[in-house]
């Protein structure tokens, strides 16, 4: 009896895909693999979005309001459904812009209004970005606001006032804007 050989068929392979662009990704020789290829894995990395949240199924899009809407078919979202959200892939296809829900271990803190005309940070500002200095901080779309990201349990909302700055902390129930704009290179790392 001769043995004929079987090539491996790519259904038995765990199917992934890269959190840029979508592809489809087959489990090969490294477990870690993530991006589809250099050129996702560099896109990535200039963009500064953590990896951790690139693979999370968490993502939305929103309109001119401000409102979160569903990349599959346009319609609302809901920070509470998550079938109306996404991948990353998926959200960025569309021709508007992203946003993330809260929650599964990822808060934000959103600083309104704190950066000044000449780029300097208002004093409550820079106070708060100091303490946080190895996570990822973006620019929020208005251009003056900060949104300082990192991982903490749920919770409820808070919104104080830091030596004159507006500062709100959201870990669940709600989305935040995505611009992908760094003002400071990080990771998730405990708020």
């Known amino acids: 009896q001769t043995l004929k050989y079987q090539p491996k068929s790519r259904y038995n392979k765990t199917m992934r895909t890269c959190p840029l662009c979508g592809r489809e990704l087959f489990s090969s020789a490294r477990k870690d693999t993530i991006y589809c290829g250099t050129t996702c894995r ?3 990395h200039r963009t500064g979005i953590p990896t951790a949240m690139l693979t999370q199924t968490r ?3 929103w309109d001119n309001n401000k409102r ?3 990349p599959q078919n346009g319609h609302l979202a809901s920070s509470t459904n998550p079938e109306t959200w996404t991948t990353h892939a998926k959200a960025r296809q569309t021709s508007k812009q992203i946003g993330y829900v809260l929650g599964n271990g990822t808060g934000c803190i959103d600083l309104d209004h704190c950066i000044n ?5 208002t004093p409550g500002a820079q106070q708060i970005t100091d303490f946080y200095p190895d996570n990822w901080i973006e620019i929020s779309p208005s251009g003056h606001g900060l949104h300082i990201w990192g991982t903490a349990p749920e919770t409820k909302g808070i919104r104080r006032n830091w030596h004159g700055q507006t500062t709100e902390f959201y870990t669940t129930g709600r989305y935040i804007t995505i611009t992908g704009r760094t003002w400071q290179k990080g990771h998730l790392l405990p708020l």
């Open 42 to 44: 560099v896109a990535a």
């Open 59 to 61: 993502w939305v899009n």
């Open 68 to 70: 979160p809407t569903n």
């Open 117 to 121: 005309p000449d780029g300097t940070l």
